[in-house]
């Protein structure tokens, strides 16, 4: 004998979302927005419903860039990390050392500097701050 299991389909959460971007932004008319260095919340509604304590906040969000280096790239990063020259980079990727030239001038450029020192230093500290590091692809570095 088969059990069938009645589920009632899932209502839509769309109606409850519009609900409320209309809410909040009836509660929030003339509020200027916070600074972009202001990390300050507003609380722009609290309520108590049976017992708990409902707060709809304001926050300032925190978008950092990213900078995206290319497979090729972060490998030779990281061989000029470990203090390889460019003729030994080329020998072990297979390139041209001129090659190894032209993307340490793209790296360089994406991190905003103008040696291997302060990019092997700013990839370190980029990289330290990454939550997970994908070793195919390399890490999504944030600045």
Do not use: W
Request: hydrophobic share 40%; charged share 20%.
């Amino acid at each position: 004998m088969t059990v069938s299991n009645p589920r009632r389909p899932r209502p839509s959460i769309q109606p409850t979302a519009n609900f409320l971007t209309a809410l909040i932004r009836r509660l929030d008319i003339g509020h200027t927005p916070p600074a972009e260095e202001d990390n300050r919340t507003n609380v722009i509604l609290e309520a108590e419903v049976d017992g708990a304590c409902y707060q709809l906040v304001r926050a300032t969000r925190q978008r950092e860039p990213t900078i995206a280096l290319s497979p090729r790239e972060y490998e030779i990063v990281r061989l000029v990390a470990a203090g390889h020259p460019n003729k030994i980079i080329a020998d072990i990727l297979q390139i041209s050392s001129f090659t190894v030239a032209t993307y340490l001038r793209r790296v360089f450029a994406k991190f905003g500097v103008s040696s291997r020192a302060a990019m092997v230093a700013q990839f370190d500290q980029l990289a330290l701050g990454t939550p997970q590091r994908n070793k195919q692809r390399g890490p999504s570095l944030t600045k």
